[in-house]
């Protein structure tokens, strides 16, 4: 027990000295081993509480390595999530300031935003369906405290899967009738497109995505909450952020959205 304790206190020290230092830090599952992810989420847990004392706020959830492509990529196959805060929260074409990011990438994704809780064990696409009460295009701009993103599934859920910043759109869009498995997704680097992929990518769907997260945080003891902004995952490949850049995504059927990284 001392020993875990012991690495999960170390693996949670060199995270937080990446990211107050801005100098990437080497990976983290020497301490943790490369596949506990219980005491990789106790390394997030000790962060995320870090973070709420020194004055940030919980307004949602982030999946991650929904995509087979960004699986392919890091050669993690399974999903994880992580917490969003309200400091990564940015508005259409509000510019994200490139010097509060290490090694940033851009995925296209879709912004689930609840009106009713998810508290249940065992929910399903139904229940995601009924509390949703409207979702935004959005881009997510990841990022990994982890030197050349040299990732195994510890190290990108004890640095809380990855996260960076979200860009979200600003008119919302009923899921009323919405095909979310077919519906296209582009993602444009300075009007040059970059990523393309579909809903299906998703876990299948970005509602079956969403459904997954809610009945592992109530395996974990949380749920999502009435207000949460959930971002479902990537619809396609991730793609550098090569310094200041812009990203427009667009997603079939929706009002676009742009990424400003200045």
Known sequence: MRAAVTATASAAAR???????????????????ANDINAAYAVQSVLNEARIAAGARVVGAKIGLTAAA????????????????????????????????LQPRAEGELAFVLGRDIDHPGASVADVLRATDFVLPAIE???????????????TVADNASSGAVVLGTTPHSLR????????????RNGAQVSSGAGSACLGSPVAAVAWLARELVRRGQFLRAGDVVMSGALG??????????????LEGMAEVEAVIA
């Open 237 to 250: 490949p991730m793609v550098p952020v090569t310094g200041s850049c812009s990203f427009r995504l667009q």
């Open 15 to 33: 995270l937080t000295a990446a990211r107050a230092q801005r100098l990437p830090c080497a990976p983290v599952r020497d301490l943790l081993g």
């Open 70 to 101: 960004v699986q392919r990529q890091f050669g993690v196959y399974r999903p994880d999530f992580g917490v969003l805060f309200d400091d990564m929260i940015y508005a259409h074409a509000q510019p994200v300031p490139l010097d509060s990011l």
């Open 141 to 155: 701009i990841v990022d990994s405290r982890i030197e050349g993103w040299d990732l195994a599934i510890t190290d």
């Open 177 to 188: 009738d919405r095909d979310l498995v077919s519906i296209k997704m582009r993602l444009s």
